[in-house]
């Protein structure tokens, strides 16, 4: 069987660059202004995450705002106690990965931004072995 040149290419760029998955966010989303310091969600810019942070800091802090986003979320008029802890929670996280706070991420030392990762972490593990108790 013989294939044109045009069929030929298609499938050597096809073999050469795969389809991403749909679970699999591209790295150019969400878009970031052109100095990196905010996304672009629905044409509202927000903080975007600090990109000092450490991979493994990045997964608890993001594990921890998940956690409190669900917790809010979930609350109804039957369980109000719980909902200071949800949001506590997920101010820590949003402070611990930059999104929130003074100074911004990019106005502070690297220094100052690491403290202020360790120190959410530090206050969101205390928090979250109290609540467990």
Do not use: C
Not at 15 to 33: G, R, V, Y
Not at 34 to 40: F, L, N, Q, R, S
């Amino acid at each position: 069987m013989r294939t044109t040149r045009s069929a030929s290419k298609k499938l050597t760029e096809s073999l050469s660059n795969p389809p991403k998955k749909a679970n699999q966010p591209s790295k150019s989303f969400p878009p970031k202004t052109d100095d990196g310091h905010y996304i672009i969600v629905n044409g509202r810019k927000w903080r975007a995450t600090d990109p000092l942070a450490p991979d493994n800091a990045l997964a608890e802090l993001k594990h921890f705002l998940a956690k409190g986003r669900s917790g809010a979320r979930r609350q109804n008029k039957n369980d109000m106690q719980k909902l200071p802890l949800s949001r506590k929670t997920t101010g820590l996280g949003k402070l611990g990965l930059g999104e929130r706070g003074k100074p911004e991420w990019w106005n502070d030392t690297d220094e100052g931004r690491k403290e202020r990762w360790e120190n959410a972490l530090i206050q969101l593990r205390e928090l979250h072995a109290e609540s467990s108790t």
